[in-house]
């Protein structure tokens, strides 16, 4: 399995903003496609965001579109989520994930997860 590292979260205002950053363990970003996840507490993980292996497609929850941008640096082997205008409803651990099967865009799709990183949004 790939390794994958989260960081960036933390606490923050209604209306702010958080840089996520996900590293690599190899050459990941230019294999797979790769996307972001969260998980709040007593819910399901729930999918964020999603970006294609060669960076052309992207894809967001409905919740956090026009709020949200995945991105990714192949030089760095980096995956990035900008999150702005957050909202108390952001609240969750935030994960990446790696080695997607193609099939959907649910968790049970991808086989590779970092440990996650908790973004909470005060009000």
């Known amino acids: 399995q790939v390794q994958l590292v989260e960081s960036g979260g933390g606490l923050v205002q209604a209306g702010g903003s958080l840089r996520l950053s996900c590293a690599a363990s190899?050459?990941?970003?230019?294999?797979?496609?790769m996307g972001w996840f969260r998980q709040a507490p007593g819910k399901e993980r729930e999918f964020v965001a999603f970006i294609s292996w060669g960076g052309a497609s992207t894809a967001y929850a409905d919740s956090v579109k026009g709020r949200f941008t995945i991105s990714r640096d192949y030089a760095k082997n980096t995956l990035y989520l900008q999150m702005n205008s957050l909202k108390p409803e952001d609240t969750a651990v935030y994960y990446c994930?790696?080695?997607?099967?193609?099939?959907?865009?649910?968790?049970?799709?991808?086989?590779?997860w970092g440990q996650g990183t908790q973004v909470t949004v005060s009000s």
């Open positions: 190899e050459r990941t970003l230019s294999s797979y496609a």
């Open positions: 994930a790696a080695e997607w099967d193609g099939s959907s865009r649910q968790p049970g799709a991808f086989s590779s």
